[in-house]
């Protein structure tokens, strides 16, 4: 693994001269909490709600691409930490129940995916039970809690209610969002799956617009959000770059949108801040400078010695001239 997008855009010289040629542009949002903290657990209740978007926006989007294909298809990942073969035990006995308890795993994993997948396609046909998409996506995220009316009421401890009660006040404010509606969605667009220029992927593209979501109640535009979608901005256009110039397919069977805008969507104020690049990165000569440097440093931090790096250097930063310009043997 290569450096992602989050340890790049805390490097100081990454820092330095992005705040120095493009300040932090936006203000944060002035709205009441709509959605206040109750789940202890903000990983397991941001990813959850992840998914849940995305099984949303299959419902309101007429062309939907997912790079990762877990959406239409079961999340590959999701039992991998499940082992069903080999066993550390030596006495056959001791092999045998592990194996067997390891099968019941499997078993009950596969269980839990046919229903999150049966729900998943029924709210998308009928968009009606908000529970059955719920449900699903806490099933994608790894938790297994049956939420869904048709086998009965929840049987949940204190922490599982809470989870699933915010689900629903978030996904309730989330269907009131017009802006995040469009013609066409990229789910979890993926940028630079090799990892040789710059690895991560955003949350969601709307037509023209990368959507980054956020479920803290501190509604500041931070500035490292300001740095992560902007290195996704060039990270889209490289994307676009060098599918046109048939270099390499970049980790994606699809060519992403033109970008014009970016924004954070503050899921607990139901708030969308956005970003017009078009307007905000120029001169845009000064942009293409930065654009290479950030290139030119993505590069050489994640350089890989089997890799021939002539054709996307090229491509991505001889054209232009910046200052500072280091060779590989700098690093």
């Known amino acids: 693994m290569g450096m992602g997008v989050t340890e790049f855009i805390g490097q100081y010289e990454i820092k330095k001269r992005i705040k120095t040629d493009f300040p932090n542009p936006g203000s944060g949002i002035e709205a ?7 789940a202890y657990n903000h990983a397991l209740l941001g990813q959850a709600f992840d998914y849940l978007i995305r099984i ?19 999340p590959t990942d999701w039992l991998s930490s499940v082992s069903y073969s080999g066993s550390s035990y030596n006495d056959t006995n001791d092999f ?8 019941q795993e499997k078993e009950k994993y596969k269980k839990s995916y046919r229903r999150a997948r049966k729900k998943h396609q029924l709210f998308i046909k009928t968009g009606l039970n908000v529970n059955d998409a719920i449900d699903a996506s806490l099933v994608y995220s790894g938790l297994d809690y049956d939420v ?12 599982e209610k809470d989870i699933v009660t915010e689900l ?14 469009g013609g066409s969605v990229v ?43 902007l290195t996704y901005y060039i990270l889209n256009q490289n994307h676009r770059e060098i599918r046109q110039a048939g270099i390499d397919d970049y980790g994606s069977d699809v060519t992403y949108p033109d970008l014009s805008k970016v924004g954070i969507y503050y899921a607990r104020f139901g708030e969308l801040q956005i970003i017009d690049m078009k307007k905000y990165l120029k001169p845009l000569d000064k942009y293409d400078k930065l654009r290479a440097f950030i290139n030119d440093r993505a590069m050489k931090l ?24 280091k060779t590989f043997d700098d690093f």
């Not at 009441?32 to 109750?38: A, G, K, P």
């Not at 045998?96 to 099968?103: L, M, P, T």
């Not at 994640?302 to 991505?316: I, Q, S, V």
């Open 148 to 159: 869904g009316f048709d086998n009965g009421p929840l049987h949940a401890n204190s922490f």
């Open 302 to 325: 994640n350089h890989d010695k089997r890799r021939n790096y002539k054709k996307y250097y090229e491509l991505l930063t001889e054209p232009y001239d910046f200052e500072d310009q």
């Open 96 to 103: 045998n129940e592990n194996y067997f308890r390891k099968s």
């Open 187 to 229: 789910i979890s667009p993926v940028f630079g799956r090799r990892s040789f220029i710059l690895e991560g992927h955003g949350d969601f593209i709307i037509d023209d617009m990368l959507v980054d979501v956020k479920v803290t109640e501190n509604p500041r535009f931070k500035p490292r959000y300001w740095r992560q979608l």
């Open 56 to 74: 949303w926006l299959e419902t309101k989007c007429e062309t939907i691409h997912d790079p990762h294909k877990t959406i239409s298809n079961f």
């Open 32 to 38: 009441n909490i709509r959605v206040s903290h109750e």
């Open 168 to 181: 629903q006040d978030l996904f309730h404010v989330l269907r009131e969002q017009k802006t995040l509606i």
